[in-house]
């Protein structure tokens, strides 16, 4: 009588981890798909008049692991990218500093705006994305907004016009004193000294609302080291109880492709290169069982 015949069917969890310590990094549970292929090359013989083969031996074999994360755990960030990743946290919301873009007079601690902060009081209407500030006079200020994905925390607001403008009337800017961007719960305080910037002068900055996690990831890092890992590769368990479970000894990702499709949430596909493993004497094990009992 045959045997049943053994099966892979879908995909339960990819679970990465030290090779040193062989502790675990992170688990990827959200998947689209995982496919550790080994494709080998025949190397074949031909000459003379003969349209067919001599002979033929194997020749490289390429063997590669394709991910379809379809989740961005930051353990992720720092495997394909490279050390690039910082959690905190922003209970009470928080703004970058200015950094100044056309001319230096706008973010200036004398002469022109020394900080932009969040307002107390006013934190939850802090709304995420990025911000570009304008001088329109010596003393007054236009803000501009680049995206209304969180204008409706807080006080609603919208863009003023195409331009992207976020204030209605330009700001007034006096030293020392702080003016409120209103309805983002965030002021612009002036500096020391007497104001005097310069007509079409920028400066950008951040702002994020409170949060429990903010993840900031600086993409293509100079020196960003690309870890060697080792991975685990869960298949769904079947009907009947059967498990596979991949021991993949040494890999190394690079590469991180972000998709964003209308009402689709994002699916990467990523490609790392499996490679040898002196001290186990392979690239991989397999395991399967199919338990006496299936639960």
């Given at each position: 009588?045959?045997?049943?015949?053994?099966?892979?069917?879908g995909?339960?969890?990819v679970?990465?981890y030290?090779r040193g310590t062989?502790?675990?990094i992170?688990?990827l549970?959200?998947?689209?798909?995982?496919?550790?292929?080994?494709a080998?090359?025949?190397?074949?013989?031909?000459?003379?008049s003969?349209?067919?083969t001599?002979?033929t031996?194997?020749g490289?074999?390429?063997?590669?692991m394709?991910?379809k994360?379809?989740?961005?755990p930051s353990f992720?960030?720092n495997?394909?990218?490279?050390?690039?990743a910082v959690?905190?946290a922003?209970?009470?919301g928080s703004v970058?500093?200015?950094?100044?873009?056309?001319?230096?007079s706008?973010?200036?601690?004398?002469?022109?705006?020394?900080?932009v902060?969040?307002?107390?009081?006013?934190?939850a209407?802090?709304k995420?994305?990025?911000y570009?500030v304008?001088?329109?006079s010596?003393?007054?200020v236009?803000v501009?907004?680049?995206?209304?994905?969180?204008f409706?925390r807080?006080?609603?607001?919208?863009?003023?016009?195409?331009?992207?403008?976020?204030?209605?009337?330009?700001?007034?800017?006096t030293?020392?004193?702080?003016v409120?961007?209103?309805g983002?719960?965030?002021?612009?305080?002036g500096?020391?000294?007497?104001?005097?910037?310069?007509?079409d002068?920028?400066a950008?900055?951040?702002?994020?609302?409170?949060?429990?996690?903010?993840?900031?990831?600086k993409?293509?890092?100079t020196?960003?080291?690309?870890?060697?890992v080792?991975?685990?590769v869960?298949?769904q368990?079947?009907?009947?109880?059967?498990?596979?479970?991949?021991?993949?000894y040494?890999?190394?990702?690079?590469?991180?492709?972000f998709?964003m499709e209308?009402?689709?949430?994002n699916?990467a596909?990523?490609?790392g290169?499996?490679?040898?493993?002196?001290?186990?004497?392979?690239?991989?094990?397999?395991?399967?069982?199919k338990?006496?009992?299936?639960?």
């Amino acid at each position: 009588m045959l045997s049943q015949p053994r099966t892979i069917y879908g995909i339960h969890s990819v679970t990465f981890y030290d090779r040193g310590t062989l502790l675990p990094i992170g688990m990827l549970r959200v998947l689209g798909g995982s496919t550790l292929n080994l494709a080998g090359e025949l190397v074949e013989l031909k000459g003379g008049s003969n349209s067919y083969t001599w002979a033929t031996e194997k020749g490289n074999t390429t063997a590669e692991m394709s991910l379809k994360p379809k989740e961005l755990p930051s353990f992720l960030f720092n495997l394909l990218l490279g050390d690039v990743a910082v959690d905190t946290a922003s209970d009470p919301g928080s703004v970058t500093a200015l950094i100044n873009g056309t001319g230096v007079s706008l973010f200036n601690a004398t002469t022109g705006i020394a900080s932009v902060s969040v307002k107390a009081g006013a934190e939850a209407s802090v709304k995420f994305g990025a911000y570009v500030v304008r001088a329109v006079s010596a003393t007054t200020v236009d803000v501009y907004g680049v995206t209304n994905v969180d204008f409706d925390r807080g006080t609603d607001k919208s863009f003023e016009n195409d331009a992207l403008k976020i204030t209605a009337t330009p700001l007034t800017i006096t030293s020392g004193a702080a003016v409120e961007v209103p309805g983002f719960g965030v002021e612009l305080t002036g500096g020391s000294g007497t104001i005097a910037m310069i007509t079409d002068d920028t400066a950008s900055y951040t702002s994020d609302p409170p949060s429990s996690l903010m993840t900031s990831i600086k993409i293509g890092k100079t020196g960003a080291c690309l870890p060697e890992v080792g991975a685990f590769v869960t298949a769904q368990k079947q009907s009947d109880g059967s498990m596979w479970l991949f021991d993949v000894y040494r890999a190394i990702f690079s590469g991180f492709p972000f998709g964003m499709e209308e009402k689709a949430f994002n699916e990467a596909e990523i490609t790392g290169k499996i490679l040898f493993d002196s001290a186990k004497n392979g690239i991989m094990e397999a395991r399967y069982i199919k338990p006496n009992t299936a639960c």
